[in-house]
């Protein structure tokens, strides 16, 4: 399977800073089948980005998704302040669907 | 609006088997353009992808949890299941079920998710 490897762990910024997540898969991930998604304390994930670029229905164009093979990217223009939470990616082009470990966006 | 509901029991014993349902509101789980799925989550971990259906009942399993998984659906309630058997403590977790658009994901719509422990 897959194994996908998010950096870094954790990320300190502040709200209005840039953030830039990272996801790196142990081999290519087929036709950008990479899904990035955010997770508040409590609640379920929440879908923000799929086929590596595309993002979902009512997600804000501050974030945005880009890469391919196996360096992927996720990132926050400029965080608002219910953006600090859990982000995860996951690949679904090879089975079995695999996910990240997380990256927690915490407040400086 | 979509909506999906787990249900089944909080605690479960070793080596018994943990049953539980996702009730589909608001949308056909005989809708050809989705599959449907379930993940987990152990408590302070990341995700694990379980497995997922499709409405015709073609199954497609996560290998790390071999044979002991099975999920099914029931067209008539709107509903699919999941059944995992001899199960352990390392199987306590949050499972949340999913509206998927492939086999493998992504995930558009989740339930909340409801916890499942395994203790005696």
């Known amino acids: 399977e897959i194994v996908l490897t998010q950096s870094p762990d954790t990320l300190s910024l502040s709200p209005g800073e840039r953030a830039t997540l990272s996801c790196r898969a142990s081999?290519?991930?087929?036709?950008?089948?990479l899904a990035w998604y955010q997770q508040t304390p409590g609640q379920a994930p929440r879908l923000l980005i799929y086929?590596?670029?595309s993002r979902a229905t009512g997600i804000p164009d501050r974030f945005s998704g880009s890469g391919s093979g196996t360096d992927f990217t996720l990132t926050i223009s400029r965080l608002e302040p219910e953006d600090f939470a859990v982000y995860y990616c996951?690949?679904?082009?090879?089975?079995?669907?695999?996910f990240g470990q997380g990256t927690k966006v915490e407040i400086k | 609006q979509l909506r999906l509901q787990e249900s089944g029991p909080g605690l479960v014993k070793p080596s018994e088997t943990l049953s539980l349902t996702c009730s589909v509101s608001?949308?056909?789980?005989?809708?050809?353009?989705?599959?449907w799925a379930w993940i987990r989550q152990p408590p302070g971990k990341g995700l694990e992808w379980i497995g997922s259906?499709?409405?015709?009942?073609?199954?497609y399993n996560n290998p790390s949890l071999k044979s002991r998984v099975t999920i099914s659906v029931d067209t008539s309630k709107n509903q699919f299941s999941l059944k995992l058997s001899s199960v352990t403590a390392a199987d306590t977790a949050v499972y949340y079920c999913?509206?998927?658009?492939?086999?493998?994901?992504?995930?558009?719509?989740w339930g909340q998710g409801t916890l499942v422990t395994v203790s005696s």
């Open positions: 259906l499709y409405y015709s009942g073609s199954t």
């Open positions: 999913a509206r998927v658009w492939g086999s493998d994901g992504p995930g558009g719509h």
């Open positions: 608001g949308g056909s789980i005989s809708s050809s353009s989705y599959y």
């Open positions: 081999q290519s991930v087929s036709a950008s089948s």
């Open positions: 996951q690949q679904y082009g090879n089975s079995p669907g695999t």
């Open positions: 086929g590596a670029s």
